[in-house]
T-cell receptor, first 110, second 113 residues
Framework: EDQVTQSPEALRLQEGESSSLNCSYTVSGLRGLFWYRQDPGKGPEFLFT???AGEEKEKERLKATLTKKESFLHITAPKPEDSATYLCAAPEGGAQKLVFGQGTRLTINP | DAGVIQSPRHEVTEMGQEVTLRCKPISGHNSLFWYRQTMMRGLELLIY????????DSGMPEDRFSAKMPNASFSTLKIQPSEPRDSAVYFC???????????FGDGTRLSIL
């Protein structure tokens, strides 16, 4: 069964304290690994797609990387506005049906 | 450019009533998805359409749920009759196609009393 597992469930950091979020997946025929950010009361907002092992993508203080078994979302010198739930997802069976992880709730304290 | 538009944003109704959720996808997107999000189960896909045709409805919980896409710019998700366990946030998303990112609306928060 295709699965996406995120860790940790919650992470609390001080402003400026860098860290990484993990997303491990067991999906056959991976056709993209997606990262989203979700703020309270909002829908998930698309951040990145990674298609092959070794690929990296960056946006402001965020960098996403991909290996054959997992993806990392690195956050460098975070600010309070980076506080959100970060979700990763992979297409089930290589199709369009996305399987989402449970998310990591990130809190950045000023 | 307008994103995915969902209505209503909030719906509170009594058990047994019919509920209709609406979605307008991003213009030009040919895939549309309906999700449900709860604390216990996270984000789950209910059904998706390609070019207005339902492709996979295996996530629809039971026959009380139905979805339609009469044209490329409109879709509905209907629950009849509604039950308290249907309370959740329902999201609609659209994309340009396979392996393309899905873009989400801000959801409908549904409460069934």
């Amino acid at each position: 069964e295709d699965q996406v597992t995120q860790s940790p469930e919650a992470l609390r950091l001080q402003e400026g304290e860098s860290s990484s979020l993990n997303c491990s997946y067991t999906v056959s025929g991976l056709r993209g690994l997606f990262w989203y950010r979700q703020d309270p009361g909002k829908g998930p907002e698309f951040l990145f797609t990674l298609y092959s092992a070794g690929e990296e993508k960056e946006k402001e203080r965020l960098k996403a990387t991909l290996t054959k078994k997992e993806s990392f979302l690195h956050i460098t010198a975070p600010k309070p506005e980076d506080s959100a739930t970060y979700l990763c997802a992979a297409p089930e069976g290589g199709a369009q049906k996305l399987v989402f992880g449970q998310g990591t709730r990130l809190t950045i304290n000023p | 450019d307008a994103g995915v538009i969902q209505s209503p944003r909030h719906e509170v109704t009594e058990m047994g009533q019919e509920v209709t959720l609406r979605c307008k996808p991003i213009s030009g997107h040919n895939s549309l998805f309906w999700y449900r999000q709860t604390m216990m189960r996270g984000l789950e896909l209910l059904i998706y359409f390609n070019n207005n045709v339902p492709i996979d409805d295996s996530g629809m919980p039971e026959d009380r749920f139905s979805a339609k896409m009469p044209n490329a710019s409109f879709s509905t998700l209907k629950i009849q009759p509604s039950e308290p366990r249907d309370s959740a946030v329902y999201f609609c998303a659209s994309s340009l196609g396979a392996s393309q990112p899905q873009h989400f609306g801000d959801g409908t928060r549904l409460s069934i009393l």
